[in-house]
Nanobody, 123 residues
Framework: QVQLVESGGGLVQPGGSLRLSCAAS????????MRWYRQAPGKERELVAAFTVPGDTTNYADSVKGRFTITRDNEKKTMYLQMSSLKPEDTAVYYC????????????????WGQGTQVTVSS
């Protein structure tokens, strides 16, 4: 059964740090580009960070550059988002996304979402 399970969210003060985790199971982790999205109340879901395969390149939204770091551990089939210097505007539900990077080669064809984890940045 395919699963993406986020964890690590919570309440932190501005300037604080959190590390989010996304544990994957039920699919070939290395075939998938992994992404973090977030959605704040009244806002559209936005891409925060991506770890793209092939090439193992990372990309970040301008709003989080220099503060967030996306990593992945293929052995543990887990993706992480290290969040530092957190701001109130970072408050959102953060979602893990896995997107097949090899559709052309028919190695995989689909994408998956986790259930989300709440991050609240407030004094």
């Amino acid at each position: 059964q395919v699963q993406l399970v986020e964890s690590g969210g919570g309440l932190v003060q501005p300037g604080g740090s959190l590390r989010l985790s996304c544990a994957a199971s039920g699919f070939t982790f290395t075939y998938y580009t992994m992404r973090w999205y977030r959605q704040a109340p009244g806002k559209e879901r936005e891409l925060v960070a991506a770890f793209t395969v092939p090439g193992d390149t990372t990309n970040y939204a301008d709003s989080v550059k220099g503060r967030f770091t996306i990593t992945r551990d293929n052995e543990k089939k887990t993706m992480y988002l290290q969040m530092s210097s957190l701001k109130p505007e970072d408050t959102a539900v953060y979602y893990c996304n896995a997107h097949c990077a090899y559709v052309v080669f028919r190695l995989c064809t689909d994408h998956y979402w986790g259930q989300g984890t709440q991050v609240t940045v407030s004094s």
